[in-house]
């Protein structure tokens, strides 16, 4: 079986050629996600077309994306302004008509989720949070993904937990899907050094004892801290998986988030989670 994986969030299009779910290739560029869905549509077919080059046979297509993904239909549901213009779209539809392939799709966090439980957590109750432009926030509890209202993941990525704080495309104020984010991130980076410089910058600036980037990273850990306290204490699981591209500083993490060790765990698939949770999607229906 040869599948071809995309993971399409509000930064970039990542894919995956897997044959026999073997992971042989990955490929990535950026989504364009703010300015359009035919933006992003010539994001997505410039990726499918740089890995049906290099590999021509396959048999489906996963889709991971971000938004409320319904899975059934291949509808996003909602998709905030990350993904400007895809809301209401049918990736589904898109993609059967382009390619010709039985398509799967599901939401990024779900993918994210099903590609580290698997197999080692399966019996346990899981909450992951994913932390990149926005905030993936999935619970599996009671062996099933818990899908929420009209696929919203029960909007745990909306959860308040800083009072009068940065506007979320929801219409609140203070949610974790714009403060723990790396978008909530350059805020508090803004705000201290007046200028911008890259989380890559900011990680090493506090490796090396920098005063300002442990000013920034000393709140932005507080409000995450505020988060995991609503999750364990409300929510009660057994572990939260945290993963996303801020966790290439895992190192940071680990330092602020020590007291937590015992039900934290660190997400192992990286950059290639939301394409490896894609593929088991498409073996859960398809074997």
């Known amino acids: 079986m040869n599948s071809i ?38 994001s997505i077919d410039f990726i499918m077309k740089e890995i049906i080059k290099k590999y021509p046979t396959f048999d489906y297509i996963g889709i991971s994306s971000a938004g409320n993904i319904d899975y059934k239909n291949g509808i996003c549901v909602y998709a905030s302004n990350n993904l400007k213009g895809w809301t209401n779209f049918n990736i589904k539809e898109y993609f059967i008509n382009k390619y010709h392939k039985l398509v799967f799709t599901e939401n990024d966090a779900v993918c994210a989720l099903i590609g580290e439980i698997y197999p080692t957590y399966l019996n346990n109750s899981i909450f992951m949070i994913t932390l990149g432009t926005g905030v ?43 403060e723990i984010s790396a978008t909530g991130l350059k805020v ?14 900011l990680f090493n600036l506090f490796r090396n004892k920098d005063l300002l980037a ?71 229906e398809v074997l």
């Open 5 to 42: 994986c995309l993971d399409i969030g509000g930064t970039s299009i990542k894919g995956g050629y897997f044959s026999n779910n073997n992971l042989l290739d990955t490929f990535s560029i950026p989504s364009n996600g703010k300015l359009g869905r035919e933006e992003i549509l010539k």
């Open 136 to 178: 993936g926030a999935c619970l599996y509890k009671d062996k099933k993904i818990y899908l929420g209202n009209d696929f919203d993941l029960g909007k745990f990525a909306h959860h308040i937990i800083k009072d009068n704080g940065n506007l979320c495309d929801c219409g609140n104020k203070g949610c974790a899907e714009k």
């Open 188 to 201: 508090i980076i803004s705000k201290v050094y007046k200028k911008e410089i890259s989380i890559i910058e």
């Open 214 to 284: 442990k000013k920034v990273l000393d709140e932005y850990f507080y409000y995450l801290k505020k988060y995991l306290d609503y999750i364990i204490n409300d929510i009660k699981v057994d572990h939260i998986i945290i993963g996303g591209g801020l966790i290439n500083s895992k190192d940071v993490f680990e330092l602020y988030l020590n007291s937590y060790k015992d039900i934290i765990i660190y997400a192992v698939n990286g950059n290639n989670a939301g394409i490896i949770g894609a593929n088991l999607l498409i073996n859960r």
